[in-house]
C-alpha cells in the first residue's frame, strides 16, 4: 500500500503541474536521494541486524538507539550544507533552489524513521501503520490544495513530508514502550557502527549510481518535458521494484536467524521465497510490458509514446531486482560476503554511471531507459556468480559443499 498509494497522486499531479513541473519534483527526488543514502550510511542492514541480535536488552538497545540516531542526524546536517553549497554554484539548480530545499525533507524524514530499529525487533505492523498514516495525512492535501502549475512547491512539500510525520508517529509509540532512552553514546559504540556499516553504505553510493544517477543527468541535458517522460515511466517501474522492499526487510532478520541455526534450513526457506516472488513479479513484469500504453494513459490522462517505450525497456527490472536481493542481501550478506556484495555494486554502479556519461547526452531518455536496465541485470549475473563462487547453487540453492563434505 505505501508503495502503491503515491501513484493515485501522479495521474493528477501530471494533469494539474502539467509533465514539466511533475519533471522538476522527480529531479529534485532524485537529487536529494543522494543525501538519504547518505543518512543511512547502511544502518537500514547492519543496525537492524545489531537490534535483532540484543531485542532482550534493554541498555544495549539504548545505546544502539542513540548512537544511530546521532550518528545520522551529524550525517543529515553535512548533506543539507553539501546540498546549498551545490545548488548555489549550479546555475541550473540555483533556479529551483527552494524546490530543493523543500524535497530535503525527505531527508529529514528517514532520519527520524527509525525504521531500522522496528525491524530488528521485527514489529512491521509499527512501520506499516505509521508509514501508511503518513502517506494519507498528505495525499489527501494534494488534491485539495494543489489546483495549478504554480502550485509545484506545494506538492513537494506534501510529497516529502510523509516521511517526517511516520517517524514523528513511530518515535511516539517507541517511548510509549519504554523500552529505550537516550543515552550518551560512547566513542567505541560510535566506532563500531561506522565500520559495520562501511560495506554496505558504499554498497547503497553504488547502487545509488545505478538507480539515481541517469535521472539526474538527464535533468541536465534535457527539457523538463522529457525528463518528466522517463520520470513517469521510471516511478512505475521503482513502484513495482518497492515492493521488493517490504518483502526483504520483512525476512532479513529471520533470514539471519536461519543461517546462524542452519545453512540448509536458510536456503530452503529462501528457495520458496525465490520461487513463489519471482513467479508473481514475472507474472508483473510481463502486465507492465504488454500493457505498457494502456498504464500509462490510465496515469497521464493521455498517450505518451515515449513513456510507453520507455516502461517496455524497463519491465523486466522488478524481477531482476527480486532475484538479486535473494542473492545478495539474503545470502551475501549472512554468509559474511559483504566485501564481495560491495564490490559487486560498485563494478556496477561505476558502469552505470560511465554508460549514463557517455550516452544520455546523445540518445537521452532512451539511453536511460537501457542503462538502467542493462546495470540491473549485471548486478543479478554477478549476484549469482558470487553466489555459486561460494559453494552455493544459484538455481536449486542447495549447499554444494556441504553436500560433498556428507
Keep these: 500500500m505505501n508503495y502503491l498509494l503515491p501513484l493515485i497522486t501522479i495521474?493528477?499531479?501530471v494533469?494539474?503541474?502539467g509533465i514539466e513541473k511533475y519533471g522538476l519534483i522527480a529531479f529534485a527526488m532524485a537529487f536529494n536521494y543522494f543525501f538519504i543514502v547518505v543518512s543511512n550510511y547502511g544502518f537500514h542492514l547492519s543496525a537492524t541486524h545489531a537490534v535483532s541480535v540484543n531485542r532482550t536488552n534493554d541498555s544495549k538497545l539504548s545505546e544502539l538507539f542513540s548512537s544511530v540516531m546521532l550518528l545520522?542526524?551529524?550525517?543529515?546536517?553535512?548533506?543539507?550544507?553539501?546540498?546549498?553549497?551545490?545548488?548555489?554554484?549550479?546555475?541550473?539548480?540555483?533556479?529551483n533552489y527552494l524546490l530543493f530545499?523543500?524535497?530535503f525533507l525527505s531527508v529529514v524524514g528517514n532520519v527520524i524513521f527509525p525504521r531500522w530499529y522496528l525491524l530488528?525487533?521485527?514489529?512491521?505492523n509499527i512501520i506499516m501503520m505509521t508509514s501508511?498514516?503518513?502517506?494519507l495525512i498528505t495525499i489527501i492535501p494534494i488534491f485539495y490544495y494543489v489546483r495549478s502549475p504554480s502550485d509545484y512547491l506545494m506538492a513537494a512539500a506534501f510529497l516529502s513530508s510523509s516521511e517526517v510525520i511516520a517517524g514523528i508517529c513511530a518515535l511516539l509509540i517507541i517511548a510509549n514502550q519504554n523500552q529505550i532512552r537516550l543515552v550518551i553514546p560512547s566513542v567505541n559504540m560510535l566506532r563500531h557502527l561506522l565500520y559495520d556499516g562501511f560495506y554496505i553504505f558504499i554498497s547503497q553510493v553504488a547502487v545509488t549510481g545505478v538507480t539515481g544517477s541517469n535521472l539526474f543527468i538527464l535533468g541536465l541535458f534535457a527539457n523538463p518535458a522529457t525528463i518528466g517522460s522517463f520520470a513517469l515511466a521510471e516511478k512505475i517501474i521503482k513502484s513495482a521494484t518497492g515492493l521488493v522492499g517490504p518483502i526483504s526487510e520483512a525476512i532479513y532478520p529471520r533470514v539471519g536467524l536461519l543461517f546462524h541455526e542452519s545453512r540448509d534450513k536458510a536456503l530452503k526457506f529462501l528457495r520458496k521465497v525465490?520461487?513463489?516472488g519471482g513467479s508473481l513479479f514475472l507474472f508483473g513484469c510481463c502486465c507492465l510490458f504488454f500493457g505498457s500504453n494502456i498504464i500509462i494513459f490510465l496515469i497521464a490522462g493521455e498517450s505518451i509514446a515515449q513513456a510507453s517505450l520507455m516502461l517496455q525497456i524497463m519491465a523486466v527490472i522488478p524481477l531482476s531486482v527480486f532475484l538479486d536481493n535473494i542473492y545478495g542481501t539474503q545470502i551475501l550478506l549472512n554468509?559474511?560476503?559483504?566485501?564481495?556484495?560491495?564490490?559487486?555494486?560498485i563494478v556496477s554502479g561505476i558502469f552505470s554511471l560511465t554508460c549514463g556519461l557517455i550516452f544520455i547526452p546523445l540518445f537521452q531518455a532512451y539511453a536511460c531507459a537501457y542503462v538502467f536496465l542493462v546495470s540491473e541485470v549485471l548486478i543479478l549475473l554477478l549476484m549469482m556468480f558470487a553466489v555459486r563462487w561460494c559453494g552455493i547453487s544459484p538455481f536449486t540453492f542447495v549447499d554444494n559443499k556441504n553436500s560433498l563434505k556428507k
Excluded: H, T, W
Aim: proline share 4%.
Design 274 to 276: 525465490a520461487v513463489l
Design 132 to 135: 501508511l498514516a503518513g502517506k
Design 120 to 124: 530488528g525487533l521485527e514489529q512491521v
Design 15 to 17: 494533469r494539474v503541474i
Design 72 to 95: 545520522k542526524s551529524i550525517l543529515m546536517l553535512s548533506s543539507f550544507a553539501i546540498l546549498l553549497l551545490v545548488v548555489m554554484l549550479v546555475p541550473k539548480l540555483s533556479n
Design 101 to 103: 530545499c523543500i524535497m
Design 11 to 13: 495521474p493528477y499531479l
Design 335 to 345: 554468509i559474511d560476503m559483504k566485501k564481495a556484495f560491495m564490490n559487486i555494486i
